[in-house]
């Protein structure tokens, strides 16, 4: 069964950190991109980073810039979202999704996680 599965989020006070995980199963995560996707209450979901698959290069929307860093470890067929410096703006459900191109837009995504939650307070 093909699934992504993400891990990581919680509540956290402005300033701290988190780190996101989305773990594959059920195909190799190897060749595709995967993308993080955010949507805040009441806000349509954004696509603020993503990470190919062929050379590990990497998008990040201008909110995040800095403050996120996206990777991947293969071997564990997991990806990971270090998010860094979290501002109140930030509170969303995170979801990663796979796809073989950064580009693509969302509804081409392949595969989506569940979502996990990140609250940031004030």
């Known amino acids: 069964q093909v699934q992504l599965v993400e891990s990581g989020g919680g509540l956290v006070h402005t300033g701290e950190s988190l780190r996101l995980s989305c773990a594959a199963s059920g195909f190799t995560l190897d060749y595709y991109a995967i993308g993080w996707f955010r949507q805040a209450p009441g806000k349509a979901r954004e696509k603020i980073s993503c990470i190919s698959g062929r050379d590990s290069s990497t998008y990040y929307a201008d909110s995040v810039t800095g403050r996120f860093t996206a990777s991947r470890e293969n071997a564990k067929n997991t990806a990971y979202l270090q998010m860094n410096m979290l501002k109140p703006e930030d509170t969303a459900v995170y979801y990663c999704?796979?796809?073989?191109?950064?580009?693509?837009?969302?509804?081409?995504?392949?595969?989506w996680g569940q979502g996990t939650q990140v609250t940031v307070s004030s």
């Open positions: 999704a796979a796809d073989p191109f950064c580009n693509s837009y969302e509804g081409e995504f392949d595969y």
